[in-house]
């Protein structure tokens, strides 16, 4: 049984932040992603969730731009993204996060977040970048909103893993995209960096819309609005948490292994 997909095209509530409708990503003939559909409210925390190969990672490497496909349609705020360069979805507001750390090791925390801000990216915005009193102080906003305030002069190669996490989602939110892609972001934290990544998510989500990818089911039951669940590229079920860990086909697929 799969759970009803809310259609907030028709039901007056909040406006959506993003639409996905239809989407197929096939590659040699198999179906990584096959006919999916889901909308995302603005300000919502999304969870997205189902065992390994289900399709979830190749879902945001679609919405990102990272993965071309022909098939469906991807909106974000009334606007297509389907079809678009990487740079520029990334223009249009959305940011996205590996599944594993993607920071320059050699560069202090600090430094990480310059290149990320936005007229600091390319060839061109390196050459004259002016590290303005602006720039100085969303950098140090930024590191204090994700618990790297004394780090900033330090090497990203020597933060723990955690860290370099909460390193990442901080050169997304330089930035200040208004929608965010996070690929298992708290994979080999310790338990106390986990909840404090709840309390990030939660505290970055004014203003803008979360997709998140976790196999932490506690974790997940700490940040989620509504869940959704992928099994072999289809929507398997969708709802609160509690509604997912009762359905049987959940439990069939995924939660009872």
């Known amino acids: 049984m799969v759970a009803s997909v809310i259609d907030y095209r028709t039901t007056g509530a909040k406006s959506r932040g993003l639409s996905v409708e239809g989407l197929?990503?096939?590659?040699?003939?198999?179906?990584?992603?096959?006919?999916?559909?889901?909308?995302?409210?603005?300000?919502?925390?999304?969870?997205?969730?189902?065992?390994?190969?289900?399709?979830k990672t190749?879902?945001?490497?679609?919405?990102?731009?990272?993965?071309?496909?022909?098939?469906?349609?991807?909106?974000?705020?009334?606007?297509?993204?389907r079809g678009?360069?990487?740079?520029?979805?990334?223009?249009?507001?959305?940011?996205?996060?590996?599944?594993?750390?993607?920071?320059?090791?050699?560069?202090?925390?600090?430094?990480?977040?310059?290149?990320?801000?936005?007229?600091?990216?390319?060839?061109?915005?390196?050459?004259?970048?002016?590290?303005t009193a602006q720039v100085r102080d969303?950098?140090?906003?930024?590191?204090?909103?994700?618990?790297l305030e004394d780090k900033l002069d330090t090497q990203a190669e020597l933060l723990s893993h955690g860290q370099k996490q909460w390193l990442e989602i901080g050169m997304l939110l330089i930035a200040d995209p208004k929608l965010m892609l996070l690929d298992e972001p708290v994979a080999g934290m310790t338990v106390r960096e986990r909840q404090q990544t709840a309390d990030l998510l939660k505290k970055i989500l004014v203003g803008r819309t979360l997709i998140v990818i976790e196999h932490d089911m506690e974790f997940v039951r700490e940040i989620a609005h509504k869940v959704t669940v992928m099994h072999q590229g289809?929507?398997?079920?969708?709802?609160?948490?509690?509604?997912?860990?009762?359905?049987?086909?959940v439990i069939k697929v995924y939660l009872g292994h």
Not at 24 to 43: E, I, L, M, R, Y
Not at 92 to 100: H, L, P
């Open 58 to 81: 190749t879902l945001l490497d679609a919405i990102c731009g990272k993965t071309r496909t022909k098939i469906g349609s991807i909106k974000f705020e009334d606007r297509q993204l």
């Open 234 to 249: 289809k929507l398997l079920a969708e709802g609160d948490m509690d509604e997912v860990q009762k359905n049987e086909m």
């Open 138 to 147: 969303r950098i140090a906003e930024v590191a204090a909103t994700v618990y």
């Open 24 to 55: 197929t990503v096939s590659f040699d003939g198999f179906k990584a992603v096959d006919n999916f559909s889901f909308f995302v409210d603005q300000d919502e925390l999304r969870v997205v969730i189902g065992p390994n190969g289900a399709g």
């Open 84 to 131: 678009l360069a990487e740079q520029k979805i990334v223009r249009e507001g959305v940011g996205r996060k590996f599944q594993t750390p993607s920071v320059y090791q050699k560069l202090t925390v600090s430094e990480n977040l310059e290149v990320s801000y936005p007229k600091g990216r390319g060839v061109w915005g390196a050459l004259f970048f002016n590290r």
